[in-house]
């Protein structure tokens, strides 16, 4: 069953705070991921493969440059489930 | 109609000895920062390099791989006439042909030994040893001289920001011989070739002499190959675990291609090694060097004491192609 945008933001945040320390209670909506989280092009590939992996979800490559808030990268995920 | 007669070989095959030789000249983030526009702090948090090492003008891929090898053929205590097979991997050897191993050979005094070099990028050491297993197993060699051997920096653009930043110059050098128990493992190898446009080089000749491309230099799209590399290559690891019939809580050592620390962090957490695991992080002070990485970085943790000969080490070698091997050894 497809999750809801709540729930795909909750266990975003829990990928985000595991793989850059940041309090997963400052991964929300508006937050930018660079100049917010200052999270790197290599963070943020990492939280893209354990987002697929957690998520069931496929994020291009090419589609990575555009997730550039935590709810662009929300919106993306919860669009793509099946 | 008579038979042929065929080959027997060793039941196994080992590492005998190894040797080490590394780029003359120790070049710190500040001296390659400038070009870029970056900084020590930058190279360091995204890379985890600190210096490499990159030869002297002069000196070429063939002098760095006769260094590593007169080390590694001492210490194998092989008689340099009997090394009957020499295969160097490169892909920086600076003509198409003739290969650099012939000539390799020829300075060490192997006589007319098998010699011939292969392209398999930062996946050739691993994939010479694959060869060099066989050959000794199959009979068709009896020793075998594995040399991974890149002079990196006579192919870089001290203004790309991709690859040319992280790379060092350096060969690692191996005897391979018979073994009365078994002590290299099964390769995992294979490769990738839609990801071929991923590492590459700039032009081609042909662009070079027809089309008016610049001299040829190195670069990689850097987050595609992040991504391959962190999470598709520790399934390629856990596979030559298991088919030595391994688990990971078995590998003493981890000794991954030294393409970046943060490749090398991610490798470690997906495979799942414990955690007192032995791990190659020569990339800090040597760079990207390649098919030399692997050698280089195992020289290292063998010099320094924190990998000792006997121990059961898992080495992975993944780049351009894309192509990947992956195999368990017993440290010599």
């Avoid at chain 2, 030789?21 to 020590?40: C, K, M, P, Q």
């Avoid at chain 2, 070739?193 to 610049?214: E, F, K, Q, Y």
């Avoid at chain 2, 000792?308 to 368990?328: N, R, Y």
Wanted: proline content about 4%; aromatic content about 6%.
């Amino acid at each position: 069953m497809a999750l809801s945008e709540k729930e795909v933001l909750a266990g975003l945040a829990e990928i985000v705070a595991e793989e850059t320390g940041v309090d997963a209670a400052e991964v929300v909506g508006d937050k930018s991921f660079t100049d917010d989280l200052d999270i790197d092009s290599l963070s943020m590939m990492t939280i893209v493969t354990l987002a697929e992996e957690k998520f069931d979800v496929r994020i291009p490559d090419e589609e990575v440059k555009n997730l550039v808030t935590v709810g662009d990268a929300v919106a993306y995920i919860t669009g793509a489930q099946s | 109609m008579t038979q042929m007669t065929i080959n027997r070989g060793a039941d196994y095959s080992r590492i005998l000895g190894l040797g080490a030789a590394r780029g003359e000249n120790l070049v710190t983030n500040d001296d390659v920062a400038g070009a870029i526009d970056s900084s020590d702090e930058w190279i360091r948090q995204r890379t985890g390099i600190i210096t490499r090492v990159r030869a002297n003008a002069e000196t070429s891929v063939v002098d760095l791989a006769e260094r590593a090898s007169r080390d590694a053929i001492a210490a194998a205590g092989v008689p340099v006439e009997e090394i009957d097979t020499v295969i160097l991997s490169t892909f920086t050897y600076p003509v198409v042909t003739p290969a650099g191993a012939p000539v390799l050979a020829d300075r060490l005094g192997c006589g007319t030994a098998a010699a011939f070099d292969i392209s398999a990028a930062c996946a050739g050491y691993c994939y010479a040893i694959a060869q060099a297993d066989a050959l000794v197993r199959a009979g068709q060699s009896r020793y075998v001289l594995v040399v991974g051997a890149e002079k990196m920096s006579d192919w870089i653009d001290p203004t790309d920001r991709s690859i040319s930043f992280l790379l060092g110059d350096g060969a690692g050098a191996v005897v391979i011989g018979p073994s009365a128990t078994p002590a290299i493992g099964p390769t995992v190898w294979g490769s990738k070739g839609d990801g071929a446009p991923l590492i590459g080089m700039t032009a081609s000749w042909l662009d070079v002499r027809d089309r008016g491309a610049a001299f040829p230099t190195l670069f990689q799209q850097g987050q595609p190959v992040f991504k391959w590399a962190s999470f598709d290559m520790p399934k390629v690891a856990k596979r030559a675990i298991e088919v030595a019939g391994l688990s990971p809580s078995d590998i003493q050592v981890f000794i991954p291609h030294q393409a970046n620390m943060r490749i090398i962090d991610q490798m470690i957490k997906t495979v799942g090694l414990r955690d007192d695991v032995a791990v190659g992080r020569d990339i800090a002070d040597s760079g990207n060097t390649s098919a030399a990485s692997i050698p280089l970085a195992t020289e290292r943790l063998l010099r320094e004491g924190a990998a000792k000969s006997g121990d059961l080490a898992l080495q992975i070698g993944f780049g351009a192609g894309l192509v990947f091997a992956a195999q368990v050894v017993v440290l010599p």
